[in-house]
């Protein structure tokens, strides 16, 4: 197979080993002598790779005692309407910060369960920084962020220090490095950026979320349904619950989330320190809020996009076009990106 | 790899063929040199999969024209809510017929936004037969039923002639032989059964429910999200979307719907004769609602068990221990299932 350096924003590059292993289980499951798509998901063997992906997510992100993990179907899409359902309480308010469009989306369902104040936006000026110095109501139920900003590259690279309870969408730069758990009552986020391939949603909740006083939640959007099953209440997404085991295996052989922290720091400074030398670029995120999973560019001067475009192509560079609504470029460099596919690119920048 | 015969109740057996075919996808797509897993989904290879998905359904269900079709996340279970969501209407009621587990759990989740009258229920009888002569109240959105009971091994034989507004979850009967699709405002069907892989879910939906009055409807519960953005609202279940497409090519390639319900009724002969006939069993289901799909049988000697259980998995055979609701065996015989593996049980019965 040649070497494709995969950019994409998501779904996006998994590790190789992780992949084959993937490629053997749909043949042959666990020495099953039958696929890993046509047994029960109640089957032993199965239930056992439910297990450990739930411990393997514990261990990695140290999540601590009273906080559950479980996977859900539905994409962080479905993530938005069902954290507002499942935190909204007796004030029936809740407090968002709005850094994108996926915050904007999160801000849209928020609406269908309770009142809504945006505390804090940075849509003016196209998303392309993190809002600071807001002020968090204490009379909302919860506070909602976005830690990560796939279309516009900005990360939070503070948790907000917040006196309501915490809810983050974290689909893209969950297990990219460490977070404290214990500063919030709930976390979700996508699998297809650095857990595994689309089709799961990684839920991780503070249990006493579900002693509180809470709207009657239709079943499926309660998130005590899937905790108290753990994740087996339907059948769930087994093909990408199962990748999504490995690669957290994977995670874990290489050192976990503070080894991944690390090379994925050495991509970041590499290719901000091209974009921030080479008068023929310039980033599009404000610089203290640059993400390390999305890196967003443009070119100074756009007679040589013809020629930039060709030369990435060439170097076998694929994913990097900007999202229509920043334009540019948009390189994502998620946990299984190794360093030397950034150079790569780094090499065509510098010789442009 | 030793052959076995797989009986499982879902996620179920997939035809050889498209097993390998995935497999392959997940190593290289389309050539690309990526797997399938690390693609955007809106790369032009993997839009033009959801089409061709999109485009079987129809050519294989002959779907009509004011119909749409979709792929959403979340399984039946999800859809028992979206259903009830996007079908009620000024009435606020709901009809309901009660023919086992999925039908009860449809029930509960309509009770989140309307009125619901169970017209017909077989549950007093442990759903041993599909309920007759009800009378459809004309004042109900809609009339919601289970086209077949994987649990109790029952089935429509016909649709239930509706003056109202049809909705059908046909997870498991779906694809196993013709319907009328004309008869129907709303079908959706889990993949895990005839379709492909868990994780994808399909709703086949008449246009005209968008054009009534209906309730405002969470964005990723309304229907309409997922078909005006052809499946790709959000982030779909890319593999499980793809090995379905696989799976329908090949059901095209032998014959289609048509030739596949012949398949289907030639193994449901053979197995239900063979229960008729040999007096050591006893078909739970009653005779005139016979699930072609999964055959529910007892011992009429409980003595004989461990000898049965021995010989049969001595054959090779997985999957037919009972549900614990029903109790005894249930050999689910779903489209990848060939006649030959119904021989070697109905030789093991012999063999009793």
Redesign the interface.
Known sequence: ????H?Y???????PQEV??E???A???FDG????L?????RSANFVSVVDEATTLVKELLEVPEGYSVCFI??????G??MSAYNMIGDNKKSAYINTGTWSD?AI??AH?VGDVEVIASSKEENFNHIPKGYTIPTDADYLHYTSNNTIFGTQFKEIPNSPIPLVCDMSSDIFSKKIDISKFDLIYA?A?KNM????ATLYIVKDEVFKRNRI?I????NIETHVKKESM????????IY?SMLNLRHLKSIGGVEAQQKINEEKAALLYAEIDRNPLFKGVAATEDRSTMNVTFVLTDESKQAKFDEMWKAANI??IKGHRSVGGYRASMYNALPVSSVQVLVDVMKAL
Request: glycine content about 12%.
């Open positions: 197979m040649a070497k494709v995969n994409s924003a998501g779904p996006c590059i998994l992949i084959k993937a490629a053997e749909v043949l042959n099953l002598d039958l696929s798509l046509e047994i029960s998901h179907q539905g994409g962080a899409s479905l938005f309407l989306k849209k369902e269908f996508g297809q595994g391939p689309a089709g009657k239709p079943t499926m959007l209440f339907n059948t769930p997404p087994v093909f990408s990748v694929s994913g």
